[in-house]
């Protein structure tokens, strides 16, 4: 739960002994703490910075005395300060629970009748700070906390009154972009409808696992929430969250309600109780308890769904128990006759609350990597089917993954714009191995040789760059490709790197030397479209490149030797065997099938040796008729499993990701 406290961190604080890191955020450090009769408590300690400023001491006085009249069970009671300290600090009740951002992260979103309880307790919980004089200003799911008796508002640390002016220095912003309000975006004055507004993105995000303003990047972000309307898409239009939603997100403050107006639409509606379990047969059914009492359960029981469903084949015997991850969704009719039928998934790891965008097996072979939409890097054990580690760090999604030769190190890069590294034996980061600040520079593709000394680092504004894995600095840079770089791969011997991008006029596939990084050789493109992946037979005698088909060339001559071709109209995921006879698989994205046609969530496995579709794989979801996608292909080292991210993006508000698993003979 706290992180150990760092040599520089003071053992106490007041009266307050400090016990552990809670967090960071712009105003300063939240520690764990005891209090002298032994309670836990929640240290604030503010930063050097800020004290050193009088008037915000005399802001953050005036703001600890009007806390103290929020009670109750709206957020987190203040129970002492002294912002006349050297360092001021904030003293609240500790809340013991997991962070709405945490459940929906580990278990996937919650279902609609909790998320309208969820907006009960919220609204009830604002109501209550507004009447006090005011504005929170940075109501983000990270700052609410999922307690036993119901949703609590915490952090208190950016709060001010109505007629207070900013309280940050000039030109900042406090609060997380893709949850704020126009007007806070603007550094315009706000009122209490700004804290609407992020209720509207909370709730949103608790149904979807995503902000309604989601972008890759804080400009696109900001443009998002000041110009666009909301991304609703997965709420059922004119139900009663989507509708809720949708007031709370006008952009025109004077066009949302209040919390109390929210409170009481929540009230006389009525919104679903909770299941039985829930409260006890004994319990008085109060209207807090009908608001509340199925958010905390909900979040509870989440946790304790397996998130590995192992569906019967000659090894197969019974679910795990235990287990991290989201709860899967049914696999109603794929039981008994999966162990029969070798082209359906023997394996479903679900975990991802938004679509796997890149999977990478250990060379071991034991554990498999995945990283996706939701910000998150998971390790899983192929074994159990559990994920061994959730890695936190991106910011955004997770696009490319690699591990290093000996399985020690694990690189990961993102629409954030940074590379980072991981350390597989103890879990830990190794931090920022670099990080990128142009416009639309997230790094977008991955490529590591065989020695381990050297990554291929593609990013989103066409740059490609080889550097250093002990230190990420550049040793070249591959000029040539004017789009987003798709796809790069080392040649077994190290000397080459292959590379795709979204090139202007359908880019060809560029071999480049991997010690001066000069182009060395270009594979023509396709008249169609560009390509999306890239990779070297094992032997290196043979580049195969995907989009619109598989297309295969002799190295050494650039001569095409093979087109394969199927039903996806274009590739999106590919892979190639890297052991017994030569087979690529290939999958395509962002399909709408008909109700009867299930090339969404199929996988072709080609024999290169006949040029033909020798197998279709067909994956497992809960529903045939929406859109469904294959975003991701991985094979194990020894070519017997294949990996595969599948996605269902529903039209109304139910969805499925996953991470399914092939035997291969």
């Known amino acids: 739960m706290a992180e150990p406290l760092g040599p520089s961190d003071p053992q106490r604080v007041g009266s307050y002994r400090l016990d552990g890191r809670l967090g960071a955020g712009g105003m300063g450090q939240v520690f764990l703490g005891t209090s002298p009769a032994g309670r836990n408590v929640a240290v604030k300690l503010i930063r050097p910075e800020l004290a050193a400023t009088p008037r915000f001491r005399e802001r953050f006085a005036r703001e600890v005395e009007a806390a103290r009249l929020v009670g109750g069970f709206h957020t987190a009671q203040v129970v002492d300060a002294d912002p006349g300290a050297e360092s001021p600090w904030l003293v609240t009740e500790f809340i013991p629970g997991p962070t709405l951002q945490q459940v929906v992260t580990e278990n996937g979103p919650l279902a609609p009748d909790a998320v309208l309880r969820l907006g009960a307790g919220l609204a009830e919980g604002l109501a209550a700070i507004h009447n006090c004089g005011l504005i929170h200003r940075d109501l983000k799911p990270g700052n609410v906390i999922l307690a036993d008796d119901g949703p609590r508002i915490i952090d208190f640390g950016i709060a001010h009154t109505s007629e207070a002016g900013p309280l940050t220095r000039k030109g900042a912003i406090i609060g997380t972009y893709a949850y704020m309000s126009p007007e806070q975006v603007r550094s315009t004055p706000v009122s209490p409808a700004s804290d609407v507004f992020s209720l509207g993105s909370v709730l949103v995000f608790a149904a979807t696992g995503r902000s309604p303003f989601d972008a890759s990047t804080v400009p696109g972000i900001i443009h998002r929430v000041t110009s666009e309307p909301p991304r609703l898409d997965g709420l059922v239009a004119g139900g009663s969250l989507h509708s809720l939603v949708s007031v709370c997100l006008a952009k025109d403050p004077a066009g949302r309600p209040s919390a109390a107006d929210i409170l009481h639409r929540l009230s006389v509606t009525g919104p679903a109780a909770p299941p039985a379990a829930a409260t006890a047969a004994t319990a008085p059914r109060t209207r807090r308890t009908l608001l509340f009492g199925g958010v905390a359960a909900a979040a509870t029981a989440a946790v304790a769904v397996p998130a590995f469903l192992l569906w019967p084949d000659s ?54 990597a995945s990283g996706g939409m939701d910000n998150t890097v998971r390790l899983w054990d192929i ?15 997770v696009l490319t993954l690699v591990y290093s030769p000996d399985g020690q190190t694990l690189f990961t890069g993102g629409l954030d714009q940074t590379l980072r590294r991981w350390d597989v034996r103890t879990g830990a980061p190794m931090g920022v191995l670099a990080s990128y600040t142009g416009q639309f520079d997230g790094v977008t593709s991955l490529a590591i040789s065989p020695d381990g000394t050297t990554l291929a680092v593609g990013r989103d504004n066409h740059r490609l760059q080889l550097v250093k894995t002990s230190s990420g600095r550049p040793t070249a840079t591959l000029d040539g490709h004017t789009g987003s770089v798709q796809g790069l791969a080392f040649s077994p011997d190290g000397k080459t790197v292959a590379s795709v991008a979204a090139d202007t006029g359908k880019g060809p596939v560029r071999l480049w030397s991997a010690d001066t990084g000069r182009l060395v050789r270009t594979f023509a493109a396709d008249r169609k479209k560009n390509y999306s992946w890239v990779t070297f037979s094992p032997d290196g005698k043979t580049l195969v490149a995907a989009g619109p088909g598989i297309r295969l060339w002799d190295v050494d001559t650039g001569r095409l030797t093979a087109t394969l071709t199927d039903r996806h109209p274009y590739i999106v995921a590919a892979a190639y065997r890297p052991a017994g006879k030569a087979v690529v698989a290939g999958a395509g994205g962002n399909i709408e099938p008909k109700a009867s046609d299930t090339i969404g969530k199929t996988i072709s496995l080609w024999d290169v040796s006949t040029e033909r579709v020798a197998t279709t794989l067909t994956g497992v979801m809960p529903k045939s008729d929406y859109t469904t996608s294959v975003s991701a292909l991985a094979f194990s080292p020894d070519g017997t499993t294949l990996a595969a991210g599948l996605n269902l993006s529903a039209v109304s508000e139910e969805s499925d990701t996953s991470i399914q698993l092939w035997k291969l003979p």
Do not use: M, N, W
Not at 383 to 397: A, M, N, P, V
């Open 315 to 368: 090894g197969a015997k019974t679910e795990p128990k235990g287990g991290r991850g989201a709860t899967p969704a049914s696999a109603k009719g794929t039981t008994k006759d999966t162990a029969k039928d070798p082209t359906k998934p023997v394996a479903r790891l679900a975990g991802h609350t938004g679509q796997v965008e890149c999977l990478a097996f250990s060379p071991d072979g034991r554990t498999l």
């Open 383 to 397: 074994t159990s089917g559990r994920t061994i580690t959730t890695y936190q760090g991106h910011t955004s999604t």
